[in-house]
């Protein structure tokens, strides 16, 4: 009976997630105790040996394999038997040659995450490839131009919740930047005993079945003895009018999640070795289908070097937080010969993972007090601004559709296209821009036709300013619409600040190098990100991928890929084949990354260079969202005729 | 005594939609073992499920003729499009006294939080030896209110050209992460008699629950409650000359079951 298998774990976690929060106010939870260090995993202290005619090969089965997991056995899918797959490691100008042989009984695929390569190379099945079949040998082929930490997974169904993930790791030709003397590879993910497809089904049902940090009845009594009667009643009224819940943090939750650092959880933590002293890189990867992780080292702080796999100004801080497919590199100089705990926990609070840093096995390092989850904010609704002050609670009540479509910015258009006006790019610069007054933000917004002809797109590397919702809804599939969206990458993120630790904040990153060329872009690209909770339709601009058409992007063009999240959840958004150039404020310092987290009611935006020409995928890579068609193909084809309009301003 | 045959016939929805609820977690239960349906691609549409709800599946010892009282509903399709079944009503464990309303609708999403509703209606009841049977069409509405108040108006017109309206609201208040308060008002309206229901023109029934289950899991709730029906005017008139009466107050245990 799987079933009151599955009830008696849930009611176990849920048991011992009581304890920890009770245990959190008075001391540490338990300690970690440090395993044997996995040499495995313990690579990268020497270079790399050459590869016989700079071919580098590899040779990676799929295979449904019972492994250990948390205690238990565990049905995955794995790459040469392992979860997380092996560490593939690389030196920047080699040719990759790996062989992948599919022994499931379903298609397989691996995706090269934040790797360019040729679009046939790609790995995405249906835009890429065919899929490799069941039995089937697949060769991809390419040559390897960057360096970095990167990681592989699945693209096929849900395989990658299943454990179909690894680190692919790139050694610089010459090696530059910051100096450490030992490397670690860290990759977080999550793990659940549900086969993915029950989740997702479950999801659908009952789309917080796995929430269990709902406020409830008690929590009221304590807001109401903390804030006052009517504090506490209009909070519920507000959130309750709008059918949004502020706990809705994560889909899936530890209450079926395990937790995982190099495949283990803290109960038999994963253990790297250090001598005292030594400058360790730490290689952090987020390899989980639906979980955020919030990573430090407590007391020890780390200098942020790297983010998708590319090179930043170093940036000290004591923690910060992993978006699903992001890599981080942080360097840590670890004093004292004793075990250090490296802390992830799940951004809903919900669980969490270790590793053990460590001379020595069976030492143990303590572990931080469980935070309480986090809640959302009016901030996440987009409410929060300056035009939004004057607004009190009784106005929101029961605000609807129908209420929000009465605020009439125009209807803007999907896409909004632009003529590029040269921007001189000795304008930019680090200049905060100011709220965009009501009447340019209706202009912009395509209210009046003939200002979007003579708009001239803001300079490139700025902020983008704060922008009321239009009166486009999305249809069925979106559930609410931020009555106004600005630029959050200033802020920490849902239950992070505020507590005297440094967290790291997008705003802050720096392209290590300034970009030699940094054009203008000459025309916008404007997506919403939408999703109606309580229906689990995830989508863009409220369509999803089977119904939608690709977005037509000119090889050569420079284009401004805006986002605006009209969800209440984050999204990690990933573009194949081609850097997004994150505009925050930082000009041409602009860090280059392949995953952007979005959250809930931000308006981001990022340089795409269209230089990759063939099909591409960009999707939420939050699993389930993907999988419900949070979905788009990118298709850069040569310039046709009647094509004018889309070509280089530069 | 009940007869074999009215047991068969009355029995009919709720057996149905409890099969078909074994008959979904069937292959679900499997894939717990088997993680791999055969499929290539990333589905990326919204894709379809098959849902079953018991909201109401309870027996009431205290209650007139001890019902085993029911409220079950079916869907299966799509986020937008689906096709809607609902079984609502009760069998006496005691005495002949069985009633049942089932309806098979479509239904359409026409807002983030509602589901439009259209299709038939069959209402059937036994009292004392006598079968009633009505027939008609239905249309309502199903959703979330502001306030996550669950809302299900629907108008009903028989075939004999009666026309009643119903309105179910519920309410989920968690007291912990696993107990859950519910509060539940179900109440009709309608045009005309209808004698052989026990049915009276106006406002004439309304039902009011509280029920508090223990979601041992999500989809498995086992739960115990009040409930107070109350038959009103001609309604409540129709009860008494029957030697019953205008309404009751009834202990209730019974299970929350979704698959």
Avoid at chain 1, 3 to 23: E, H, K, Y
Avoid at chain 1, 113 to 137: K, N, Q
Avoid at chain 1, 329 to 356: K, N
């Amino acid at each position: 009976m799987s079933d009151l298998r599955l009830f008696s774990r849930v009611s176990r976690r849920s048991f011992v997630r009581t304890a920890a929060v009770i245990g959190a106010g008075s001391a540490l939870a338990s300690p970690l105790r440090a395993s044997p260090p996995d040499a495995l995993l313990d690579a990268g202290l020497r270079p790399l040996p050459p590869a016989p005619n700079n071919v580098r090969q590899y040779d990676l089965a799929i295979a449904e394999t019972v492994v250990r997991l948390d205690g238990r056995n565990a049905k995955a899918v794995t790459i040469n038997g392992t979860v997380p797959g092996p560490v593939l490691r690389f030196r920047e100008g080699e040719q990759a040659v790996i062989r992948v042989r599919n022994t499931l009984s379903e298609d397989t695929s691996i995706h090269w995450h934040g790797i360019i390569l040729p679009p046939e190379m790609d790995g995405v099945p249906g835009l890429s490839f065919a899929g490799i079949r069941p039995g089937e040998t697949f060769e991809y082929r390419f040559a390897i131009n960057q360096a970095g930490t990167y990681w592989y997974h699945s693209h096929s169904g849900l395989q990658e919740q299943l454990g179909h993930y690894g680190a692919l790791i790139i050694e610089p030709a010459e090696r530059t930047g910051p100096s450490y003397d030992r490397e670690h590879v860290l990759v977080l993910s999550d793990w659940t005993f549900e086969s993915p497809y029950r989740v997702l089904s479950r999801l659908k049902k009952q789309p917080d079945a796995y929430n269990f940090q709902r406020r409830t009845v008690m929590d009221f009594f304590r807001d109401v003895s903390r804030d006052g009667l009517s504090a506490a009643v209009s909070d519920r009224v507000m959130w309750a009018g709008m059918r949004m819940n502020p706990t809705d943090i994560a889909d899936v939750t530890g209450a079926t999640y395990s937790f995982l650092l190099n495949g283990r959880t803290a109960e038999a933590p994963w253990t790297g070795e250090f001598m005292p002293g030594e400058r360790v890189l730490l290689r952090v990867i987020n390899a989980g289908a639906g979980s955020y992780f919030d990573v430090r080292i407590p007391g020890v702080p780390m200098t942020v070097v790297q983010v998708s796999g590319q090179p930043v100004e170093p940036l000290e801080t004591d923690e910060f937080r992993i978006a699903l497919a992001e890599t981080y590199d942080v360097i840590v100089q670890l004093p004292e010969d004793r075990a250090y705990g490296v802390y992830a926990e799940a951004m809903d609070r919900s669980g969490f993972t270790a590793g053990i840093l460590s001379r020595s096995a069976g030492v143990v390092a303590a572990l931080p007090a469980r935070r309480r989850r986090p809640l959302l904010t009016m901030a996440d609704m987009g409410m929060d601004h300056g035009a939004m002050a004057g607004m009190d609670h009784g106005a929101m009540e029961g605000m609807d559709h129908g209420a929000m479509k009465g605020m009439d910015h125009g209807a803007k258009a999907d896409t909004v296209a632009s003529t590029g006006a040269a921007v001189d790019h000795a304008a930019m610069g680090h200049a905060m821009p100011a709220k965009v007054p009501a009447a340019t933000a209706d202009a912009h917004a395509g209210h009046d036709m003939s200002a979007i002809a003579t708009a001239t797109l803001r300079a490139p590397g700025t902020l983008p300013v704060e922008t009321p919702h239009s009166s486009e809804t999305h249809g069925v599939g979106n559930a609410m619409v931020p009555m106004s969206t600005k630029s959050r990458l200033g802020e920490p993120g849902v239950g992070l600040g505020g507590d005297g630790r440094r967290v790291l904040r997008y705003a802050e990153l720096r392209s290590a190098e300034p970009w030699a060329e940094f054009r203008a872009p000459t025309r916008e690209i404007e997506l919403h990100l939408t999703g109606n909770m309580e229906r689990y339709t995830w989508a863009i601009d409220g369509i999803p991928y089977d119904q939608a058409s690709p977005i037509e992007l000119t090889y050569g063009e420079r284009i401004r890929l805006t986002m605006v999240n009209d969800t209440m959840m984050n999204h990690p958004m990933h573009l194949h084949g081609m850097w997004m150039e994150l505009e925050n404020g930082h000009g041409n310092r602009s860090p280059r990354i392949h995953t952007i987290n979005v959250k809930p009611a931000e308006r981001v935006s990022l340089l795409v260079t269209a230089d990759a020409l063939g099909r591409w995928a960009f999707h939420c890579h939050v699993l389930y969202h993907m999988e419900v068609g949070m979905f788009r193909e990118v298709r850069v084809s040569k310039a046709a005729s009647g094509h004018e309009g889309h070509h280089d301003a530069a | 005594m009940m007869q074999p045959d009215r047991v068969t016939r009355f029995l009919a929805a709720p057996v149905l939609i409890v099969a078909l609820m074994l008959a979904s977690s069937g292959p679900l239960a499997a894939q717990v073992v088997d993680t791999l349906p055969h499929s290539s691609a990333h589905d990326m549409s919204w894709g379809r499920e098959t849902f079953v709800l018991s909201e109401v599946l309870e027996y009431a010892p205290s209650g007139v003729n001890r019902p085993v009282n029911y409220d079950l509903l079916a869907w299966t399709g799509g986020a937008v499009n689906r096709l809607w079944a609902k079984a609502d009503g009760g069998i006496a464990t005691r005495g002949s006294r069985l009633h049942g309303e089932y309806q098979v609708l479509y239904g359409r999403l026409v807002s983030p939080w509602w589901d439009a509703q259209i299709g038939v209606r069959v209402d059937q009841a036994n009292e004392d030896g006598s079968a009633a049977t009505r027939v008609g069409a239905v249309a309502g509405l199903q959703g979330l209110a502001p306030g996550w108040f669950e809302v299900e108006p629907s108008m009903f017109v028989t075939t004999d050209g009666n026309v009643s309206l119903d309105l179910t609201v519920s309410y989920d208040l968690y007291l912990t992460q696993r107990l859950v308060l519910q509060p539940r008002l179900e109440s009709a309206v309608s045009l005309r008699d209808e004698v052989e229901f026990g049915i009276g023109r106006g406002l004439s029934s309304t039902s009011f629950g509280l029920r508090t289950r223990i979601e041992l899991r999500r989809e498995f709730a086992p739960y115990f409650g009040v409930v107070w029906d109350r038959g009103y005017g001609r309604t409540a008139q129709f009860a008494r000359q029957a030697g019953g009466a205008a309404g009751e107050a009834r202990l209730v245990a019974g299970l929350r079951l979704w698959q």
